[in-house]
């Protein structure tokens, strides 16, 4: 069997396990399991090797990789990979999202909101082998990578058809709705 064929089996079986556990309805709870088995998928890292999903200059230093999303657009599995840096502001998603550790290290912070104001950190969570965290829909949390890391982001629905999500934007101090833009890799096979 090939890579690819290994991979990609590798992965719907991981998937197969996300929609059992999103079927049973999401919580702490069921966002806890989706991060262990995606950990579980990370183990296998001789199918996810960085010099099979390299991060691309053109895309301010992080590219998603599509692994997986079903036709309706929901599960979707994506690989993050940064060659050195890049931050993300505090953010929502609209829907659930778990983040897995594959190699390097992504500091998340997760923030308690007081009102309309602005975002207070309440815990900070660094992503690595071994490390995952989960978020419900209406949780916010900001994005932090110096000096490189591949990993696994899997959402209950695409990013690229979810709706406006709410940014922080500390310049201005206010909360501000934008659209996911950036582009994604479809690296299914």
């Keep these: 069997m090939t890579v690819n064929n290994l991979r990609a089996a590798a992965i719907a079986d991981a998937m197969c396990d996300i929609r059992e556990i999103d079927a049973t309805g999401i919580d702490r709870n069921s966002i806890e399991l989706i991060g262990k088995r995606l950990l579980e998928l990370a183990k296998n890292r001789d199918l996810f090797p960085w010099s099979d999903f390299p991060s691309l200059a053109s895309n301010d230093g992080s590219t998603l990789y599509l692994l997986s999303q079903d036709e309706d657009h929901r599960f979707a599995l994506y690989i993050q990979s940064v060659a050195d840096a890049t ?103």
């Excluded at 815990?123 to 949780?139: K, M, N, Q, S, T």
Aim: proline share 6%.
């Design 87 to 189: 931050e993300a502001p505090p953010h929502d998603h609209l829907t659930w999202a778990c983040i897995a550790g594959i190699e390097g290290e992504e500091i998340n912070r997760r923030y308690d909101l007081e009102g309309a104001g602005e975002p207070k950190i309440s815990e900070e969570v660094c992503v690595e082998e071994g490390v995952a965290i989960g978020f419900l829909p209406d949780d916010v949390h900001s994005i932090h990578v110096q000096g490189g890391a591949l990993n696994f982001h899997c959402y209950g629905n695409d990013l690229l058809k979810l709706p406006a999500r709410n940014y922080w934007n500390a310049k201005l101090g206010v909360w501000l709705k934008k659209k996911v833009r950036f582009p994604i890799i479809d690296a299914r096979v």
